[in-house]
């Protein structure tokens, strides 16, 4: 079945430290791939998604490219901020219409100043 | 925009008894709803699929007498564990799947934490 991996956390970082999360994933056919942020005390919300190989998603100085030789989604941000704190989902549609997603287990990510 | 609410945003019961949370989608319709459950740290599974106006579609293991969804109207959609046990005490979260644009993006809610006793 379909199934995401990302890296356990937690993952602390100094101020304009740079970051990746990995993800990786299986899925029947060609999924859509998303991150996804949770602040402390919200709901999840769409961070950046890409939905063909190749394809680089991007917002608020995060970036992910869809490799699909390596099955893989990392997300990286080249300087984080302490606003950047949060837990990351990695997550995969099959069904662009349908959007029934798949999510990995997130990561915490705490940047101190 | 593209707010939805849940309440409680917690809870605590006792065995035994039934225990009802509530969707919302504050800003937009939602013909589509999806209920999950986060285990600590696990990744968020899908219960169940609500769609306004008819039977929720549940994810092969989740049992539907159990959890009860009620999809009533296209901003709200309520989930019911009936005779909750302690092993139902987990994070409910659910998403409102907006059909602005070319993209049907779901929105999620901030959860429920429930505790069964």
Request: glycine residues 8%; proline residues 3%; negative net charge.
């Amino acid at each position: 079945g379909d199934s995401v991996t990302q890296m356990e956390g937690p993952v602390t970082l100094s101020e304009e430290a740079f970051l990746t999360i990995n993800c990786t994933y299986t899925a029947t056919g060609y999924p859509s791939l998303f991150w996804y942020v949770q602040y402390p005390g919200e709901g999840l919300q769409l961070l950046l998604k890409a939905t063909k190989a190749d394809d680089k998603g991007s917002n608020k100085g995060f970036e992910a490219t869809y490799r699909k030789e390596t099955t893989s989604f990392h997300l990286e941000k080249g300087s984080v901020q302490v606003s950047d704190s949060a837990v990351y989902f990695c997550a995969l549609s099959v069904n662009f219409g349908n959007e029934k997603l798949t999510f990995g287990t997130g990561t915490r990510l705490t940047i101190i100043p | 925009g593209a707010v939805v609410s849940q309440h409680p945003s917690w809870v605590i019961c006792k065995s035994g008894t039934s225990v009802k949370i509530e969707c919302r989608s504050l800003d937009f319709q939602a013909t589509t709803m999806f209920w999950y459950r986060q285990f600590p740290k696990q990744s968020l599974m899908l219960m169940a699929t609500s769609n306004e106006g008819s039977k929720a579609t549940y994810e092969q293991g989740v049992e539907k007498d159990k959890f009860l969804i009620n999809h009533a109207s296209l901003t709200l959609s309520t989930l019911t564990v009936t005779s909750a046990h302690p092993e139902d005490s987990s994070f409910y979260i659910c998403s409102a799947q907006s059909d602005r644009g070319s993209y049907n993006e779901q929105f999620f809610g901030p959860g429920t934490r429930l505790t069964v006793l």
